[in-house]
């Protein structure tokens, strides 16, 4: 049975690597927003009632084994190499008032501990046991859960609170459309992806094609798609025998979270993706960077322009004048990329963003995506319009090594608009020299 359920993200993904990035008044621009690395462990709180019921009320998972579940899911993070984040267990969910929440199990207790959580002060996790919150939420049901920093800092920049919910339906024991019963390992990775937001991660697209490969997955395809991938459509990583966390998701999490050893383990390719003009930087497009030794298994990405805003706003309307908190205005980061990766040889290429990946299941700066304007394509070091997309250069890179001006100019796509617009300068130019002429010493103006 194909299982391809939404893992949902209640906040827009900008990143493709950081899920928030600063914008104007808004932490620092263009820079991801991470919780305090002086203030770890960060400190979670966990609802009391069961992880998982059945409809008819029976206990299939209890608190205390939902417990140590989760706690196992942080671990997965936690243990990432090369990055130092820290979580830890709080005790009990709090009200407002300070005093342990009971199990949170209605649409109204569920905003009453929210509060606090956008209050920065804790962050929960809640056991939504029957499903019961998610649908008063009106989400649909196949969602297994979902995730989200409640409060960012605007001055430091930093996460002060997060929370994620876990939708018990998907281990009730019932395997009843549209909540497939999934393995507690499958149930379990996706969570550990939500925490993933929890912690700052966006979604990112590696191994795309997986969605039509059928199930289970071919294990060499599984190992370098990013446990970030916005679908579960596979088998457990686990149960494949794999990391929880493919080369994405760690390199993605010690470049927001560098541990002291960080400079030494990863090197950076960075550039910026181009129109045909070779001039016109592209937005939204994603850039892979794959091992040459091992291509479909180790390959990082980003998407370009990751640390721009998505929307700068505009005067004209009147409604939209600031554009989004999120995302720097900086021009020349339009376009850019870069790609924490592993020492190694690397060929690096850019394709559209899948279609599918839209809202809480986006990734990248636009939101809907927008098809690569121009094929898929590698870099390569006689990079044109005209070269062969498939042709590609291998790009080394040492630990602590940045290679820059990766940049790949894309094949066949539409001249820019300018291109076709009058250019003006017929209607204004005697105006201009006269104006010149107009001032030469001696001629009276
Ligand atoms: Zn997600």
Same mark, same amino acid.
């Given at each position: 049975?194909?299982?391809?359920? $939404?893992?949902?993200?209640?906040?827009?993904?900008?990143? !493709? !690597?950081?899920?928030?990035?600063?914008? %104007?008044?808004? &932490?620092?621009?263009?820079?991801?927003?991470?919780?305090?690395?002086?203030?770890?462990?960060?400190?979670?709180?966990?609802?009391?009632?069961?992880?998982?019921?059945?409809?008819?009320?029976?206990?299939?998972?209890?608190?205390?084994?939902?417990?140590?579940?989760?706690?196992?899911?942080?671990? #997965?993070?936690?243990?990432?190499?090369?990055?130092?984040?820290?979580?830890?267990?709080?005790?009990?969910?709090?009200? %407002?008032?300070?005093?342990?929440? @009971?199990?949170? =199990?209605?649409?109204?207790?569920?905003?009453?501990?929210? &509060?606090?959580?956008?209050?920065?002060?804790?962050?929960?996790?809640?056991?939504?046991?029957?499903?019961?919150?998610?649908?008063?939420?009106?989400?649909?049901?196949?969602?297994?859960?979902?995730?989200?920093?409640?409060?960012?800092?605007?001055?430091?920049?930093?996460?002060?609170?997060?929370?994620?919910?876990? #939708?018990?339906?998907?281990?009730?024991?019932? #395997?009843?459309?549209?909540?497939?019963?999934?393995?507690?390992?499958?149930?379990?990775?996706?969570?550990?992806? *939500?925490?993933?937001?929890?912690?700052?991660?966006?979604?990112?697209?590696?191994?795309?094609?997986?969605?039509?490969?059928?199930?289970?997955? @071919?294990?060499?395809?599984?190992?370098?798609?990013?446990?970030?991938?916005?679908?579960?459509?596979?088998?457990?990583?686990?149960?494949?025998?794999?990391?929880? $966390?493919?080369?994405?998701?760690?390199?993605?999490?010690?470049?927001?979270?560098?541990?002291?050893?960080?400079?030494?383990?990863?090197?950076?390719?960075?550039?910026?993706?181009?129109?045909?003009?070779?001039?016109?930087?592209?937005?939204?497009?994603?850039?892979?960077?794959?091992?040459?030794?091992?291509?479909?298994?180790?390959?990082?990405?980003?998407?370009?322009?990751?640390?721009?805003?998505?929307?700068?706003?505009?005067?004209?309307?009147?409604?939209?004048?600031?554009?989004?908190?999120?995302?720097?205005?900086?021009?020349?980061?339009?376009?850019?990329?870069?790609?924490?990766?592993?020492?190694?040889?690397?060929?690096? *290429?850019?394709?559209?963003?899948?279609?599918?990946?839209?809202?809480?299941?986006?990734?990248?700066?636009?939101? @809907?995506?927008?098809?690569?304007?121009?094929?898929?394509?590698?870099?390569?070091?006689?990079?044109?319009?005209? *070269?062969?997309?498939?042709?590609?250069? %291998?790009?080394?890179?040492?630990?602590?090594?940045?290679?820059?001006?990766?940049?790949?100019?894309?094949?066949?796509?539409?001249?820019?608009?300018?291109?076709? *617009?009058?250019?003006? =300068?017929?209607?204004?130019?005697?105006?201009?020299?006269?104006?010149?002429?107009?001032?030469?010493? !001696?001629?009276?103006?």
């Amino acid at each position: 049975m194909v299982v391809l359920v $939404l893992l949902l993200v209640a906040q827009t993904a900008l990143g !493709g !690597g950081p899920l928030t990035v600063g914008g %104007p008044s808004n &932490g620092t621009p263009g820079q991801a927003f991470v919780w305090n690395p002086a203030a770890m462990p960060i400190q979670y709180r966990v609802d009391v009632g069961p992880m998982s019921t059945t409809p008819g009320g029976q206990v299939v998972v209890t608190n205390g084994s939902g417990l140590q579940r989760v706690q196992a899911m942080f671990g #997965n993070w936690q243990q990432s190499p090369h990055a130092a984040v820290q979580y830890q267990y709080a005790g009990p969910i709090l009200l %407002p008032t300070g005093t342990p929440a @009971p199990d949170i =199990a209605t649409l109204s207790q569920y905003n009453t501990v929210l &509060g606090p959580c956008q209050q920065g002060t804790e962050s929960p996790i809640i056991f939504d046991d029957n499903g019961g919150i998610i649908a008063a939420l009106g989400l649909p049901p196949d969602i297994i859960g979902f995730a989200s920093p409640c409060k960012l800092d605007t001055q430091t920049g930093y996460i002060d609170s997060a929370f994620a919910l876990l #939708n018990g339906q998907f281990q009730d024991g019932v #395997n009843v459309y549209p909540n497939f019963e999934l393995s507690a390992d499958q149930f379990d990775e996706a969570i550990t992806h *939500e925490l993933g937001h929890f912690t700052g991660l966006a979604h990112s697209q590696i191994n795309d094609s997986i969605l039509n490969m059928g199930y289970p997955c @071919p294990v060499d395809q599984l190992a370098g798609l990013p446990l970030m991938f916005p679908f579960l459509a596979c088998q457990s990583r686990k149960e494949a025998g794999l990391p929880i $966390l493919a080369p994405d998701d760690q390199a993605w999490l010690a470049k927001l979270y560098p541990a002291q050893d960080f400079n030494a383990s990863y090197g950076t390719i960075k550039g910026v993706i181009f129109f045909s003009d070779g001039q016109s930087p592209v937005q939204g497009a994603n850039v892979i960077a794959r091992s040459t030794t091992q291509p479909v298994q180790v390959a990082v990405s980003v998407v370009s322009g990751y640390r721009f805003t998505g929307n700068p706003g505009q005067s004209i309307t009147g409604d939209n004048i600031g554009g989004s908190a999120y995302g720097s205005r900086d021009a020349t980061l339009i376009g850019y990329y870069e790609i924490p990766v592993p020492p190694g040889t690397y060929t690096v *290429e850019v394709e559209s963003i899948d279609s599918s990946f839209q809202g809480g299941s986006g990734l990248g700066p636009l939101d @809907p995506p927008i098809p690569l304007p121009g094929q898929h394509e590698f870099w390569n070091s006689e990079e044109s319009a005209f *070269e062969d997309p498939t042709a590609s250069d %291998p790009v080394t890179v040492n630990g602590g090594q940045t290679v820059d001006q990766i940049n790949i100019i894309l094949n066949g796509t539409q001249p820019r608009f300018d291109q076709f *617009e009058d250019p003006g =300068a017929w209607v204004t130019m005697p105006e201009v020299l006269r104006e010149r002429e107009d001032r030469k010493p !001696g001629v009276a103006a």
